[in-house]
């Protein structure tokens, strides 16, 4: 069957009916554009590149920083010294901060990092002087005060002058930073330099001084920072008072070779570390310290008035005036120093600073200070009385140069009067002590140089004030050298009792005062004691005519004798040695004295606290005294007796009687009793002497004292007369028995226990005064021979009657003279 003929026809019709396709857009295209569903990640393009790096862990064995530090010296960081100190020139200054307290932490832990690294450490710390962070310089100063400089010191002098001139270079730039902060902190750097190396400071004087002058020149600090100026004050003191210390040093040098040959005289200015060779510098010093005077009193004027306008003083202005004027007050003696040093003979030319100069110049400036003192002795403060004080010390040190038409005496005389008086009212000791000595240790050139009309309220007023004085006071050493250089001439070559200065009137007040403090300095202050010692001797040597009766309380000092004539030891056995031998020279010196004293110095000498040798000088100085007639024979014989007499003899192991605990003294009475009978044996005709102590002798014998007692007191008899017969009664011949036996006791005892040669010498010893008596005198052994065969006990010391003890002493009596 065949298909029907439309069906063909439609599907052809159909077919014929496509769409057409869409024309091609001209020109090409540049971007396709997609359509993305939300949330889908983007492709990435064609052209980009692949980031993505693919790679496998690396294992380093032992490659970590603690196994590379181990064994070295870390802080709490755990940072090395050489990394600190990389870090203390780091652009952020708590990194700097950090630093300086690790190295801090680093050299107390480790001490020998800074020995080992001292030099590098120094060199790279130094360039922090001039940092701008406050706090850096602050630590980098806590570091070379403490721990830096202290090292520094043990270290030969090559290695330190090298280290100390790069730290010098940088303190010298510090002090012309624009900086006022680093500025005033490059001061205190300097200060501290010179405070630990004071030697240093001569190579860089000229420019410090420079410095100094244009600070303090400064406006800008004098009107807005004024209290900041105390560092730079304070460093100026430190570094004039080494210019005068180092003056006073050049003239014991200058001295050493002022009369040395011209080769020797060359070699010396040839030589740049010599001091005579840095002499030549001074000129140019002083022009420079002539600026700083002006400015220094300028500011001292300003300063008054802005403290006196205040209702309060504040401690920082208080301490800046003082500074000032302490700096003032050193200028000044540099430049008397300097006017009174003689030029050698090899000097080039005469100095420009002279008396003339001092009163033209530098007492010109001086003036408009003497107006500053006015204005604060208006003032009740104690604070201002320390002002004046000071301003009071600088005229005093002028005091030879001051011309009355410019300042005048009386007035000047009563305002330092007047300094006395309030400084009784001042409660701070310190103080007190501080600024007053310079005043007192000035008042003798004061009183010379001054009318004398001027003097008498000044003379009133220190005579006050050195009696009110308390020997535990520290202005008791200043007081006495005062009144000393006022009457004495050692150290003035002037007395001033002589020259109508009116002291003479003051004399016995201050010579009275003299005993007083010293039994009072004896238990509070015993460094006291020796200075008046030493003065009273001075004075004693100086006015040999003096009246003594000022110096009557002396007498204590040995002790003090009642009615009874029982003796109370005074403070002599306690002294010091050398107190002891300055208080016996002073008997030679005041005879009036003796009659009262010979007792209570007696009973000193008889104590077991008096060192031998001071005993025997004692007796040396009081035959002296005999020798230039100042002491009677008398008082002489009854002294040397009354110790022959009463010296208690402890003989250790040498006798059974002697307790062997103590300390053997027998060689100290042996050596007394040779100096004893030396004394007696010079005093002329042995007869005549023995007359005039027979009475005491014969008392002393009487009273039946110790064997060695009695001995001493036989030895006297045979000294100065050996055959008197004032031994022929019966009771002196009983004692001279007695005493013989007592001898023999001891050597019988020694007999019983063996044969001992020193027992038998001794013996020797103490039978040998009677032995000489019986020689000179046959009827006196006669009766000793005669007591010594009686069978009854000895009346002398022994209790038995053993008749073979008398019969072994009369042996031995007899054998005695064969010996």
């Given at each position: 069957?065949?298909?029907p003929?439309?069906g063909?026809?439609?599907?052809?019709?159909a077919?014929?009916?496509?769409?057409?396709?869409k024309?091609k857009?001209?020109g090409?295209v540049?971007?396709?554009?997609?359509?993305?569903k939300v949330?889908r990640?983007?492709?990435?393009?064609?052209?980009?590149t692949?980031?993505e790096?693919?790679?496998?862990?690396?294992v380093?064995?032992?490659?970590?920083?603690a196994s590379?530090r181990?064994?070295?010296?870390v802080?709490?960081?755990g940072?090395?010294?050489?990394?600190?100190?990389?870090?203390t020139?780091?652009?952020?200054a708590?990194?700097?901060?950090?630093a300086?307290?690790?190295i801090?932490?680093?050299?107390?832990?480790?001490?020998t990092?800074?020995?080992l690294h001292?030099?590098?450490i120094i060199?790279?710390?130094q360039e922090?002087?001039?940092?701008?962070d406050?706090?850096?310089r602050?630590?980098?100063?806590s570091i070379?005060q403490?721990?830096?400089f202290?090292?520094l010191?043990?270290?030969?002098a090559?290695?330190?002058?090298?280290t100390?001139f790069?730290?010098m270079?940088?303190?010298?730039n510090?002090m012309?930073?624009?900086?006022?902060?680093?500025?005033?902190?490059?001061?205190?750097?300097?200060e501290?330099?010179v405070?630990?190396f004071?030697?240093?400071f001569?190579s860089y004087a000229?420019q410090?001084?420079?410095n100094?002058?244009?600070?303090?020149?400064?406006?800008?600090?004098?009107?807005?920072d004024?209290?900041?100026?105390?560092?730079?004050?304070?460093?100026?003191g430190?570094c004039?008072?080494?210019?005068?210390?180092t003056?006073e040093?050049d003239d014991?040098?200058n001295?050493q070779?002022?009369?040395l040959?011209?080769?020797?005289?060359w070699?010396c200015?040839s030589?740049e570390d010599n001091?005579v060779?840095?002499?030549?510098a001074m000129?140019?010093?002083l022009v420079?310290?002539?600026?700083?005077?002006q400015?220094l009193i300028?500011s001292v004027?300003?300063s008054?008035s802005?403290?006196?306008?205040?209702?309060?003083?504040?401690a920082?202005s208080s301490?800046?005036?003082l500074?000032?004027?302490?700096c003032?007050?050193?200028?000044c003696r540099?430049?008397i120093?300097?006017v009174?040093k003689?030029?050698?003979?090899?000097?080039?030319?005469?100095?420009q600073?002279g008396?003339?100069w001092l009163?033209?110049?530098?007492?010109?400036?001086l003036?408009?200070?003497w107006?500053v003192?006015?204005?604060?002795h208006?003032k009740?403060d104690?604070k201002?009385f320390i002002f004046?004080?000071?301003i009071?010390?600088?005229?005093?040190c002028l005091?030879?140069?001051?011309?009355?038409?410019m300042?005048?005496?009386?007035?000047?005389c009563?305002f330092?009067s007047s300094?006395?008086?309030?400084a009784?009212t001042?409660?701070n000791k310190d103080l007190?002590e501080?600024?007053l000595?310079?005043?007192i240790?000035?008042?003798?050139d004061?009183i010379?140089?001054a009318?004398?009309d001027s003097?008498?309220?000044?003379?009133?007023?220190f005579?006050?004030a050195?009696r009110?004085?308390k020997?535990?006071?520290?202005?008791?050493?200043?007081?006495?050298?005062a009144?000393g250089?006022m009457?004495?001439?050692?150290?003035t070559?002037t007395?001033?009792?002589e020259d109508?200065s009116g002291?003479?009137g003051?004399?016995?007040v201050?010579i009275h005062?003299l005993?007083?403090?010293?039994?009072?300095?004896?238990?509070?202050?015993?460094?006291v004691?020796k200075?008046?010692?030493?003065?009273?001797?001075?004075?004693g040597?100086?006015f040999p005519?003096?009246?003594?009766?000022n110096?009557?309380p002396?007498?204590?000092?040995?002790?003090?004798?009642?009615?009874?004539?029982a003796v109370?030891?005074?403070?002599?056995v306690n002294l010091a040695?050398?107190?002891?031998e300055?208080?016996t020279?002073c008997?030679?010196?005041?005879?009036?004295l003796?009659?009262?004293?010979?007792?209570?110095?007696?009973?000193?000498c008889?104590?077991d606290?008096?060192?031998?040798?001071v005993l025997?000088r004692?007796v040396?100085?009081?035959q002296?005294t005999?020798?230039?007639?100042s002491?009677?024979?008398?008082e002489l014989?009854?002294?040397?007796?009354?110790?022959?007499?009463?010296f208690?003899?402890?003989?250790g192991?040498?006798?059974?009687?002697g307790?062997?605990?103590?300390v053997?003294?027998?060689?100290?009475?042996?050596?007394?009793n040779?100096?004893?009978l030396?004394?007696l044996?010079?005093?002329?005709?042995g007869?005549?002497?023995?007359?005039?102590m027979?009475n005491?002798l014969?008392?002393?014998?009487?009273k039946?004292?110790?064997?060695h007692n009695m001995?001493?007191?036989?030895?006297?008899?045979?000294t100065?007369?050996?055959?008197t017969?004032?031994?022929?009664?019966?009771d002196?011949?009983?004692l001279?028995?007695?005493?013989l036996?007592?001898?023999s006791?001891?050597?019988?005892?020694?007999?019983e226990?063996?044969?001992?040669p020193?027992?038998?010498?001794?013996f020797?010893?103490?039978?040998?005064p009677?032995?000489?008596m019986f020689?000179?005198?046959?009827k006196?052994?006669y009766?000793v021979?005669?007591v010594?065969?009686?069978?009854y006990?000895?009346?002398?010391?022994?209790?038995?009657?053993s008749i073979?003890?008398?019969?072994?002493?009369?042996?031995?009596?007899?054998?005695?003279w064969?010996?």
């Amino acid at each position: 069957m065949g298909r029907p003929k439309g069906g063909a026809a439609a599907s052809s019709s159909a077919s014929s009916k496509k769409p057409k396709p869409k024309p091609k857009q001209r020109g090409g295209v540049d971007f396709k554009k997609y359509k993305h569903k939300v949330g889908r990640k983007l492709p990435p393009p064609k052209n980009a590149t692949s980031t993505e790096i693919k790679s496998k862990t690396i294992v380093l064995p032992e490659q970590s920083m603690a196994s590379e530090r181990a064994g070295m010296a870390v802080n709490k960081r755990g940072l090395t010294l050489r990394e600190l100190l990389q870090q203390t020139a780091h652009y952020n200054a708590n990194v700097r901060r950090a630093a300086l307290n690790g190295i801090k932490d680093i050299v107390v832990k480790h001490p020998t990092e800074l020995k080992l690294h001292k030099v590098a450490i120094i060199e790279k710390l130094q360039e922090r002087i001039c940092d701008t962070d406050k706090v850096v310089r602050e630590s980098l100063y806590s570091i070379l005060q403490s721990m830096i400089f202290p090292s520094l010191k043990e270290d030969n002098a090559i290695s330190t002058r090298s280290t100390l001139f790069l730290l010098m270079a940088n303190i010298l730039n510090g002090m012309t930073h624009l900086s006022i902060d680093i500025q005033l902190m490059a001061f205190r750097f300097l200060e501290l330099v010179v405070l630990n190396f004071p030697s240093s400071f001569s190579s860089y004087a000229e420019q410090a001084f420079n410095n100094f002058i244009a600070v303090l020149s400064n406006d800008r600090i004098n009107l807005h920072d004024r209290n900041k100026l105390n560092s730079v004050l304070s460093g100026l003191g430190h570094c004039l008072s080494l210019v005068a210390k180092t003056m006073e040093n050049d003239d014991i040098s200058n001295r050493q070779v002022h009369d040395l040959s011209a080769r020797e005289l060359w070699k010396c200015t040839s030589d740049e570390d010599n001091s005579v060779g840095r002499a030549f510098a001074m000129p140019n010093l002083l022009v420079k310290l002539q600026s700083l005077v002006q400015i220094l009193i300028n500011s001292v004027e300003v300063s008054a008035s802005e403290l006196c306008a205040k209702s309060a003083i504040d401690a920082s202005s208080s301490e800046a005036l003082l500074s000032a004027l302490h700096c003032l007050d050193i200028i000044c003696r540099i430049f008397i120093h300097e006017v009174k040093k003689p030029q050698l003979r090899f000097s080039i030319s005469k100095t420009q600073f002279g008396p003339d100069w001092l009163r033209s110049s530098l007492l010109i400036h001086l003036k408009n200070l003497w107006g500053v003192k006015r204005l604060f002795h208006e003032k009740e403060d104690g604070k201002f009385f320390i002002f004046n004080l000071k301003i009071a010390e600088i005229f005093l040190c002028l005091s030879a140069w001051i011309d009355s038409t410019m300042f005048p005496a009386e007035e000047f005389c009563h305002f330092v009067s007047s300094l006395f008086a309030k400084a009784k009212t001042l409660r701070n000791k310190d103080l007190m002590e501080m600024y007053l000595s310079p005043i007192i240790t000035c008042i003798p050139d004061l009183i010379f140089n001054a009318p004398d009309d001027s003097k008498e309220h000044l003379l009133e007023a220190f005579t006050d004030a050195f009696r009110g004085c308390k020997v535990d006071c520290k202005l008791i050493f200043p007081y006495l050298d005062a009144v000393g250089e006022m009457l004495l001439p050692e150290k003035t070559g002037t007395w001033f009792a002589e020259d109508g200065s009116g002291v003479l009137g003051y004399h016995d007040v201050w010579i009275h005062e003299l005993p007083r403090i010293l039994l009072q300095s004896i238990d509070k202050a015993p460094s006291v004691t020796k200075v008046v010692l030493e003065l009273l001797l001075r004075i004693g040597q100086y006015f040999p005519t003096l009246d003594c009766e000022n110096l009557r309380p002396f007498i204590k000092l040995f002790g003090v004798e009642s009615s009874s004539g029982a003796v109370e030891l005074g403070p002599f056995v306690n002294l010091a040695r050398d107190c002891q031998e300055l208080a016996t020279s002073c008997l030679y010196y005041f005879p009036s004295l003796l009659p009262d004293i010979i007792g209570p110095l007696a009973s000193c000498c008889l104590s077991d606290a008096l060192e031998p040798l001071v005993l025997f000088r004692v007796v040396e100085v009081l035959q002296s005294t005999y020798k230039a007639g100042s002491l009677q024979i008398t008082e002489l014989l009854s002294f040397l007796l009354l110790l022959m007499a009463r010296f208690r003899v402890h003989p250790g192991g040498l006798v059974t009687s002697g307790n062997p605990s103590k300390v053997s003294n027998w060689d100290t009475f042996k050596s007394l009793n040779r100096l004893i009978l030396t004394s007696l044996s010079e005093m002329g005709d042995g007869s005549l002497v023995l007359e005039l102590m027979w009475n005491n002798l014969s008392n002393a014998i009487a009273k039946k004292p110790s064997m060695h007692n009695m001995n001493g007191l036989f030895r006297i008899i045979v000294t100065l007369d050996a055959g008197t017969n004032k031994l022929m009664n019966e009771d002196a011949v009983k004692l001279i028995a007695g005493y013989l036996v007592d001898a023999s006791l001891d050597l019988s005892k020694t007999i019983e226990g063996g044969f001992q040669p020193d027992k038998t010498r001794l013996f020797q010893y103490f039978i040998k005064p009677c032995t000489i008596m019986f020689d000179k005198n046959d009827k006196e052994s006669y009766h000793v021979e005669f007591v010594l065969s009686q069978p009854y006990s000895s009346s002398y010391a022994m209790t038995g009657n053993s008749i073979g003890i008398f019969l072994l002493a009369n042996q031995l009596l007899k054998a005695s003279w064969i010996i």
